[in-house]
C-alpha cells in the first residue's frame, strides 16, 4: 500500500515562507507524476502543482511565481516551497502520487497551512 507522509506545516504571517516535504515509500510502479493540492475551508479542494517524472511541472495560477514543487528521486520526497504566503493560501495540504499507467492517485494525510494576516 502507497504510502505519502507529509510534513513542514504550520503557521506563517504573511509575506512568510514554509516548506513542505512527503516522503513516499510502498510505490509498487514506476512511472507517476507527483503533486499538491490544497483544500481551503468551505472551498472545493484544488490543484496546487505537479511535477513528473521528467521534472516537468505545472502550477495553478493563483501560485505562479511564489511556489516551487521539487523532488529528490533517491530520497523518494517532494517538496513544496512557498513563500510570500497570503492569507487565502490557508488550507490543508495534500501530497499525492498518480500512476500514469490508468491515473490512480493516492492522497497524503494533509497538512495544516495557516498563513495569519
Known amino acids: 500500500q502507497v504510502q505519502l507522509v507529509e510534513s513542514g506545516g504550520g503557521l506563517v504571517q504573511s509575506g512568510g515562507s514554509l516548506r513542505l516535504s512527503c516522503a513516499a515509500s510502498?510505490?509498487?510502479?514506476?512511472?507517476?507524476?507527483m503533486g499538491w493540492y490544497r483544500q481551503a475551508p468551505e472551498k472545493q479542494r484544488e490543484l496546487v502543482a505537479t511535477?513528473?517524472?521528467?521534472?516537468?511541472?505545472n502550477y495553478a495560477d493563483s501560485v505562479k511565481g511564489r511556489f516551487t514543487i521539487s523532488r529528490d528521486y533517491a530520497k523518494n520526497t517532494l517538496y513544496l516551497q512557498m513563500n510570500s504566503l497570503k492569507p487565502e493560501d490557508t488550507a490543508v495540504y495534500y501530497c499525492t502520487i498518480t500512476r500514469v499507467f490508468d491515473a490512480t492517485t493516492y492522497w497524503g494525510q494533509g497538512t495544516q497551512v495557516t498563513v495569519s494576516s
Open positions: 510502498r510505490i509498487p510502479f514506476t512511472i507517476y507524476t
Open positions: 511535477i513528473t517524472g521528467g521534472g516537468s511541472t
